[in-house]
């Protein structure tokens, strides 16, 4: 098989599509073929580097505001704020499938950066994503804050050049539940 960058739009849809059909989602093409498609999709936004800037962030114990992920990414946030919703759908498809906690958890709106509290249409987008990825939610609150305190954790437990936790070269953003973008999940700076 050619590289998954050499491989058109529609060959990544059905790379993506196979492999959730056969239930190989946690195999390296799939995520590969999830990166590449975002990559493409992105908007500017660049998921190695919203990755390295939540997995900075969570280490230092601290949310992040939506716009700083287009800031990190150098992209315009006029421009790309109704792809952020998109973006970290797939940021946590992305996580799920390597085993690590709901990254997205840690993202928020700027004026609850303190709090870490998520307005109610992104908690509602947040569970949605994470329902389809197959997460049980019964009190979507307490869910998003033990996602926060599993992020926390996780980015203070790792190595900080740890391969387990590094992105491919080539990875950028994988193709998920856009279901927080479609579930209402309003971007706000």
Known sequence: MRPVEEQSDQELKNIIANHRRRERTGESV?????????????????????????????????FLGY????????????????????????????????????LPAVVVNKKNVETGEMEPSMLKGFVTAAKALGYSVIDEEAFLREQQRRVFAWAASLLPESPSTQLPADASLPRTASRWSEAGGETLA
């Open 30 to 62: 799939y995520l590969a073929a999830l990166a590449e498609e975002a990559r493409r999709k992105g908007n500017g936004l660049d998921f190695g580097k919203t990755f390295a800037l939540v997995r900075k962030a969570a280490a230092a114990n601290r």
């Open 67 to 102: 716009k700083e992920l287009a800031d990190e990414s150098g992209a315009d946030w006029s421009k790309v704020h109704y792809s952020v919703n998109g973006h970290l759908g797939k940021l946590m498809e992305y996580a799920h499938r390597r085993g690590w906690p709901l």
